[in-house]
């Protein structure tokens, strides 16, 4: 059993979640509930034109409704104080280092590399400045902004719990610009230096981060700290391929409005991309104990929202009535839950065969045959013992008329539900009750 983890989830606020964070946000929550450690929301918002309250807002309660509560939560505007005094330290080891260059000439540079066939790496130029042509250069009005210098001698190495042994090579690497020249800060040097004060002990994230994890861990070891495990996840695609633009930017309210459950979207995105197969489940707890790393793949993971209402069907047959019963309609008891979640793949759907409970209904006409076979299932229905009606009811019309199968019930569930499929009748039945169940079949 691995030792009590703490991870974190690190959005930007800077729009709302998607499904693909949302993934990531899951994954981090799973591991730690799984060893039984803490799971950490860090709002990186060091962006503040980008950064808003409201997206800030909408986080928080998008991972409240998914049930992802966070067990503490910072925000990186809060932490300045915190990056300055780091910044400093690095600065007195010569571990960052001020940079002059335009966007306009470091983008020549890289064209006359690429020319070269080259890999486009900032060739520091700026370490090469005496303390003159530094103080002339900010003389003249030019403010540096600032690049953490890699350290060039060794391989950058992590055994990733994903991707297994990695390997990166420094050299090939730019020096990172860590805060621009107006003082503000780039997101890779504050994760770092959060990583390491809120005793983050394993970082979930997607592949897209690889690089940066390469970047990062000479920050870790720079700050004296020793580094988080590294997980990185395949990214998530579309059935069809890359990740459409439409379901790339699914979010939790998307999905709300849809009525997916939210334990439908926790149970897909905790399997998808693993070798294990997709289950409905009615709570968390069971995804908690079957996630592992180990289990995860390096192919994309698949996000198929077809696979995601089958499931939600499937959700819905395990869900307790206490769980759901303050989202049915008023009046809906237990048993007509029991009798209608087998027949709904959301929960606004379960508001529809409701109506259809307590009525009233509109019957589609019968033809004079079925009517007149309604009627007798009418006179028999008040002769009737309650206890289990239909089975009651339909014995007696089937030795009276001799009518089986479909010519037995259709008409009678057209009657009793004005439609032709739905939930059991022997369930709906009793529901319905004997005095409207006669009104209906009376016509
Ligand atoms: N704010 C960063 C992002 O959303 C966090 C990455 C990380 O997990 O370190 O990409």
């Given at each position: 059993m691995a030792s009590p983890a703490v991870t974190r989830f690190a959005p930007s606020p800077t729009g709302r979640l998607h499904v693909g964070n949302i993934r990531t946000a899951l994954h981090n929550w799973l591991w730690a509930r799984k060893t039984g450690g803490r799971f950490l929301l860090r709002l990186d918002d060091t962006d503040a034109e980008r950064s808003t309250e409201a997206f800030a807002e909408s986080i928080r309660g998008d991972l409240a409704w998914l049930g992802l509560h966070p067990d503490g939560s910072v925000r990186q505007s809060e932490r300045f104080d915190l990056y300055e005094a780091a910044f400093a330290r690095l600065k007195a080891a010569g571990r960052v280092y001020p940079a002059y260059e335009t966007a306009q000439e470091l983008d020549l540079r890289r064209k006359v590399l690429a020319g070269r066939g080259l890999p486009p790496v900032y060739d520091r130029a700026a370490l090469n400045l005496t303390d003159v042509q530094r103080a002339e250069l900010e003389a003249s009005g030019v403010a540096p902004h600032w690049r953490f210098k890699l350290d060039h001698d060794e391989p950058i190495v992590w055994d990733d719990l994903i991707r297994g042994p990695q390997k990166l090579d420094p050299s090939l690497m730019s020096d990172p610009v860590v805060r621009r020249a107006d003082g503000t800060w780039l997101y890779m040097l504050p994760s770092v230096i959060d990583d390491i004060d809120m005793g983050v002990t394993t970082v979930v994230r997607g592949e897209d981060h690889v690089t940066n994890t390469g970047l990062q861990l000479q920050m870790f070891s720079a700050l004296g700290a020793t580094p988080p495990a590294f997980a990185h996840e395949a990214l998530l695609t579309g059935a069809e391929g890359k990740l459409s633009k439409r379901l790339g930017s699914l979010g939790v309210d998307a999905f709300r409005v849809a009525g997916v459950e939210s334990?439908?979207?926790?149970?897909?995105?905790a399997r998808i991309g693993t070798s294990d197969p997709v289950v409905a489940v009615a709570s968390p707890e069971p995804l908690v104990e079957g996630f592992d790393f180990a289990r995860f793949g390096r192919a994309p993971a698949r996000f198929d929202e077809?696979?995601?209402?089958?499931?939600?069907?499937?959700?819905?047959?395990?869900?307790?009535?206490?769980?759901v019963a303050d989202r049915l309609p008023t009046g809906m008891t237990a048993a007509g839950w029991d009798a209608i979640r087998a027949n709904i793949a959301t929960l606004a759907e379960a508001a529809d065969w409701w109506a259809v409970v307590t009525g009233p209904v509109v019957a589609p006409e019968l033809d004079e045959a079925d009517r007149a076979f309604v009627s007798r299932a009418a006179e028999i229905a008040?002769?009737?013992?309650w206890a289990e009606p239909w089975p009651a009811l339909t014995g007696a019309l089937k030795a009276e008329t001799g009518r089986k199968g479909r010519a037995l019930f259709l008409p009678l569930r057209l009657a009793l539900t004005g439609r032709e499929h739905g939930p059991d009748m022997a369930a709906l039945l009793p529901l319905i009750g004997r005095e409207e169940a006669i009104r209906r079949l009376r016509g």
């Open positions: 334990v439908t979207i926790l149970a897909l995105l077809a696979e995601l209402v089958a499931l939600n069907a499937k959700t819905l047959h395990l869900i307790s009535f206490e769980q008040e002769g009737l013992d």
